[in-house]
């Protein structure tokens, strides 16, 4: 079944499937290792909501919810 990044708790992970954004965004995530088949997990989520942290390829990023609807994942672990 398929999710959006976004839908990831803290402490789940999953793993890509697509990036379903265009131009500089998309060309960001690519830059921050965000492609098909990488896992990404889910570390900290502020009170507001945005942004998130997740964890992907040994780094932390922080990605804004309307951002990380835009990644589309497998699986949530």
């Known amino acids: ?3 959006c990044l976004s839908d ?3 402490g789940q992970s999953g793993t890509v499937l697509y ?11 690519l830059d921050l290792g ?3 088949g990488t896992t990404i997990g889910c570390v900290h989520k502020s009170p507001s ?3 998130v942290a997740y964890t ?3 780094a932390v ?3 804004r919810t309307d951002d ?3 990644i589309k994942i497998a699986s949530i672990e």
């Open 19 to 29: 990036i379903d954004t265009t131009g500089s965004m998309r060309r960001r995530l």
């Open 34 to 36: 965000v492609i098909e």
């Open 8 to 10: 990831l708790k803290e």
């Open 49 to 51: 909501g945005n942004p």
């Open 1 to 3: 079944m398929n999710h």
């Open 56 to 58: 992907i390829r040994g």
């Open 68 to 70: 990380s609807k835009n």
């Open 61 to 63: 990023i922080a990605l």
